[in-house]
Each structure stands twice: as structure tokens, then as C-alpha cells.
T-cell receptor
Framework: VTQNPRYLITVTGKKLTVTCSQN?????MSWYRQDPGMGLKLIYY???????DKGEVPNGYNVSRSTTEDFPLRLELAAPSQTSVYFC????????????FGSGTRLTVV | QQQVKQSPQSLIVQKGGISIINCAYENTAFDYFPWYQQFPGKGPALLIA?????SEKKEGRFTISFNKSAKQFSLHIMDSQPGDSATYFC?????????????FGTGTRLTIIP
């Protein structure tokens, strides 16, 4: 699972996109944010191309899944509260191997 | 609302000792309980998982104990080694393969000292 960029600093109100791609033909893809002491919170997930659904903390974020491989995360109006580490993950629909996570994107909104 | 509660937040264990991390869940519909291991600067990786039809699962030095009536499960790391120092997350989900929405605990930072 490849996420880009690894590090990003932006200003409040800016629009930005974090890309995520996988070449394992996984049906399921998800975006999580990780804040210190808070674990990982699900933002959005997708069970296949053209299908997305909200997770626990979707406000301020948007996603699309036009292909099996790609699942970009968009912040329409970046806010300081969105400063976090973001992880993209993918999984086959029928597997006991769990999710494969990307290496993370550290986002700072000033 | 925290559906999966994890404790302790941090844990220091001597090399060769047993590390124990506990989790409790609220949603009785959960039927897949994985543990993920995360090293600094990396994404989490699946360590071991259990379904509620068994009370224990062992893989090498790692064991999950599951108590369905108490809605609790725990990770035991036997003969803990410095290389086990990492953050551990329990999680839970619904579904045959648990590969849809995962709900994570808050994490335990484990440090193994020589």
C-alpha cells in the first residue's frame, strides 16, 4: 500500500489530497487517522470500486473509489484539528491476513 | 463512545518476562478480534486474531485469550524480547473475515528492558 506524501505541512483553509494506491487487487480499502493516545479512528472505507461509506470520524474529509487500486483522501478545507497521522489500508474480501497498512502520512495544519 | 477499551496505556517488562495487554468490548455483534503491532514510523501489521468460537489461540510466543461472557480478550507475549518493543492495538469487527470496519483500542506502548 503506497501513500503519498509521507509528510505534509499546510495552512488552514487549504484544499489537499493524500493519495493511496495498492496493486494487490484488494477489494477493501480504508482510511484511518491516528492521534496520540487515541488509537486509530476510521474515517472512510470502501468495499469495492464505486462504493464508499463513512466511518467513525468522516467530517471534513471526502473520498472516492473510481478504481480498485486507488483510494484518495481529500480535505476540502484543512483545519488545525485535522493535524494527525493518516493511514491507508487495504484487504482482500476473503482473507485471514487482515489489513495491509501504508507507512502513513504525517499532516500538520497551521 | 469507545467501543473497545484497552489497558494499560504503557507497559514495561523485563526481557524474558510475560507481557499482558487487556481489552474489553461492548458490542456483542463483534465476531473477529485481531491484534496489530506497530513499530515507530510504520503502519500497524496484523499479529494474531481470534474468533469467539475458541477461548485461546497461540502462535509462537503470542497467545490471545478470549472470554466471551466477560466480553474481554487479552494478548500474552511469552519470553518477551527487546524486539517486541512496539505499540500494540487490539481491534474488533463484524463479519466473516473481519475485513470491513475495524474498531481499534487506544493502544499499549510496550517496552522490553534487558
Amino acid at each position: 500500500v503506497t501513500q503519498n506524501p509521507r509528510y505534509l505541512i499546510t495552512v488552514t483553509g487549504k484544499k489537499l489530497t493524500v493519495t493511496c494506491s495498492q496493486n494487490m487487487n484488494h477489494e477493501y480499502m480504508s482510511w484511518y487517522r491516528q492521534d496520540p493516545g487515541m488509537g486509530l479512528k476510521l474515517i472512510y472505507y470502501s468495499v469495492g470500486a464505486g462504493i464508499t461509506d463513512k466511518g467513525e470520524v468522516p467530517n471534513g474529509y471526502n473520498v472516492s473509489r473510481s478504481t480498485t487500486e486507488d483510494f484518495p483522501l481529500r480535505l476540502e478545507l484543512a483545519a488545525p484539528s485535522q493535524t494527525s497521522v493518516y493511514f491507508c489500508a487495504s484487504s482482500a474480501r476473503r482473507t485471514n491476513y487482515g489489513y495491509t497498512f501504508g507507512s502513513g502520512t504525517r499532516l500538520t495544519v497551521v | 463512545q469507545q467501543q473497545v477499551k484497552q489497558s494499560p496505556q504503557s507497559l514495561i517488562v523485563q526481557k524474558g518476562g510475560i507481557s499482558i495487554i487487556n481489552c474489553a468490548y461492548e458490542n456483542t455483534a463483534f465476531d473477529y478480534f485481531p491484534w496489530y503491532q506497530q513499530f515507530p514510523g510504520k503502519g500497524p501489521a496484523l499479529l494474531i486474531a481470534i474468533r469467539p468460537d475458541v477461548s485461546e489461540k497461540k502462535e509462537g510466543r503470542f497467545t490471545i485469550s478470549f472470554n466471551k461472557s466477560a466480553k474481554q480478550f487479552s494478548l500474552h507475549i511469552m519470553d518477551s524480547q527487546p524486539g517486541d518493543s512496539a505499540t500494540y492495538f487490539c481491534a474488533a469487527s463484524i463479519g466473516n473475515f473481519g475485513n470491513e470496519k475495524l474498531t481499534f483500542g487506544t493502544g499499549t506502548r510496550l517496552t522490553i528492558i534487558p
